[in-house]
């Protein structure tokens, strides 16, 4: 018997408060600072409703500020057309796309989607944002502002020894490219680049502000910092770098499992 086909998912991520914001930020500067107001739609005045473009653009160009509804089919990659400022938190919604639907081209059709009228059709978890590893990505993220100050102590304790044990674990680090090379690569593969791109922001924002607060020198903030993206890259990339002993290896290096503080232990 042949396996029906899963059925595609359209989703849309939205400002903490529901509304959408622009698909040219360039844009919405400039007409922002000629004093004209960028239109905008609430999803979460709509669940179960069908809303029509309020300024459609031509299709499918970004020719305006806020052009067409902008959706993804995978969750990974949405964060990926947020100014930093928006990229988290968000809201996400499954959304359908109705009528006449476009692309930019080949190269986006896998994941992207442009419409100018949609159903909303519920709000989904956030996390889905990050890909199907986004709820383990933000345990962790909540957990580094005690993680980080926990290793600050540690190095304040032992400077010295803390220091020859976080410089090994860097080169290691370097030399295998576990992060820009491992992580990242298969990130790409499984549609999770923007996913890691913001955990890795929020990691080393995090990180560094509990441990400079807890008054670590510039030097042991920058490799506290390293290991926190490292951790939650290990983290979101758990399931894609797996298979044979190299493999496993470059995963528990990113989890910090050289370092002295057990890193958590993903479900």
């Known amino acids: 018997m042949a396996r029906s086909a899963r059925p595609v998912v ?4 939205t400002r903490p408060d529901g509304t959408v ?6 844009l919405a500067r400039y007409y922002s600072g000629l004093g004209e107001t960028i239109p905008t739609v609430n999803l979460a005045d709509h669940i179960g409703e069908t809303i029509d473009h309020p300024s459609p653009g031509q299709k499918w160009y970004t020719d305006k500020p806020f052009s067409y509804f902008h959706m993804y089919t995978r969750p990974g ?3 990926e057309r947020l100014e930093v400022e928006e990229r988290w938190p968000v809201r996400l919604w499954e959304v359908e ?4 639907t476009g692309n930019w081209g080949n190269d986006f059709a896998p994941y992207w989607l442009m419409s100018h009228q949609i159903r909303v059709v519920r709000e989904v978890e956030a996390w889905r944002a ?3 590893r986004g709820m383990q990505v933000l345990a962790v993220l909540a957990q580094l502002p005690d993680l980080a100050r926990q290793w600050a102590e ?3 304790a032992d400077p010295e020894g803390t220091r020859r044990t976080y410089k090994a674990w860097e080169t290691r680090v370097d030399d295998t490219r576990a992060l820009t090379s491992w992580a990242y690569c298969r990130a790409q593969y499984s549609r999770r680049e923007a996913g890691l791109q913001v955990a890795n922001e929020l990691a080393g924002d995090a990180a560094a502000q509990a441990a400079t607060a807890a008054g670590a020198d510039p030097h042991a903030v920058a490799l506290i910092q390293l290991r926190a993206r490292c951790l939650v890259a290990g983290q979101l990339m758990f399931d894609r770098i797996r298979n044979g002993e ?5 995963r528990a290096l990113l989890l ?7 890193a958590p232990v993903p479900a």
Request: proline share 11%; hydrophobic share 35%.
């Open 130 to 132: 990050f890909g199907h």
């Open 97 to 100: 796309p109705l009528g006449e």
């Open 154 to 156: 540690e190095w304040a």
């Open 21 to 26: 914001p622009p698909t040219c930020n360039h």
């Open 10 to 13: 359209h989703y849309m991520a």
């Open 77 to 79: 990659e949405i964060l």
């Open 256 to 262: 910090g499992a050289a370092l002295d503080t057990p």
């Open 246 to 250: 190299y493999e496993q290896s470059i």
